[in-house]
């Protein structure tokens, strides 16, 4: 039987899940939410840069993205910040929907699963 490792774990979630290889991100929201949704969307990328460096992965090993975007007329302000970020050559299959967030600050939340 595989091991599960949890990292920062809360009473509610874990940010990362390990289990075969595969790392479980929650989904992350942006620490600033003042910001445009570029600046969301950079801030998001950031902590997943970080999350998956610390489960001893990165963006290269991407399997799968999912985007909740609060407005849908946020998406290519979304996109710019995404395509300056995704590795070439490395895009994962990603999904991008509306959806009510749990704040209404939040204009974005992205859920990934990679590679470790």
Not at 5 to 22: D, P
Not at 104 to 116: D, G, K
């Amino acid at each position: 039987m595989a091991d599960i490792r949890r990292f920062h774990v809360a009473s509610r979630y874990s940010e990362i899940a390990v289990h075969n290889g595969t790392i479980y991100l929650a989904g992350q929201v942006a620490d600033d939410a003042g910001q445009d949704i570029r600046g969301q969307t950079a801030q998001v990328l950031a902590a997943i840069d970080r999350l998956l460096a610390e489960a001893g992965s990165d963006r290269t090993r991407l399997l799968s993205v999912q985007i909740y975007l609060a407005d849908l007329a946020d998406y290519d302000g979304m996109n710019e910040v995404w395509d300056a970020w995704v590795v070439a050559g490395h895009a994962p299959p990603r999904a991008t929907v509306q959806a009510q967030l749990a704040r209404p600050e939040w204009r974005l939340e992205i859920v990934v699963v990679a590679a470790s």
